[in-house]
């Protein structure tokens, strides 16, 4: 049973900065990719951010040039670096582990952007 745990999330005013983490466990095959979304109220699950296997990232529009994704060397776990947080930002954000036959999800980590 694979499992993924995020962490990192809270309450922030705009212009900050917060780092979620998320790590993954259990028996993963096949591993293709890693990415956090997110899912603001009333509104539909938004893909932010992808990191490959082989390291290549991928952004929405909404957040490139403040967020980074990135993954530690040898670990299933993934990082997401948001700076110049806004309000619009404001979601529960959940980190996906994609293989090539299955998708895992985390439990989801609250980010409020709010002064």
């Known amino acids: 049973q694979v499992q993924l745990v995020e962490s990192g999330g809270g309450l922030v005013q705009p212009g900050g900065s917060l780092r979620l983490s998320c790590a993954a466990s259990?028996?993963?095959?096949?591993?293709?990719?890693m990415a956090w979304h997110r899912r603001a109220p009333a509104k539909e699950r938004e893909l932010v951010a992808t990191?490959?296997?082989?390291?290549?990232?991928s952004y929405a529009d909404s957040v490139k040039g403040r967020f980074t994704i990135s993954r530690p060397n040898a670990n299933y776990a993934v990082y997401q670096q948001m700076n110049s947080l806004k309000p619009e930002d404001t979601a529960v954000y959940y980190c996906?582990?994609?293989?090539?036959?299955?998708?895992?999800w985390g439990q989801g980590t609250q980010v409020t952007v709010s002064s």
């Open positions: 996906h582990l994609k293989t090539l036959g299955d998708n895992y």
């Open positions: 259990g028996r993963i095959l096949n591993f293709a990719a």
């Open positions: 990191i490959s296997g082989g390291g290549i990232t």
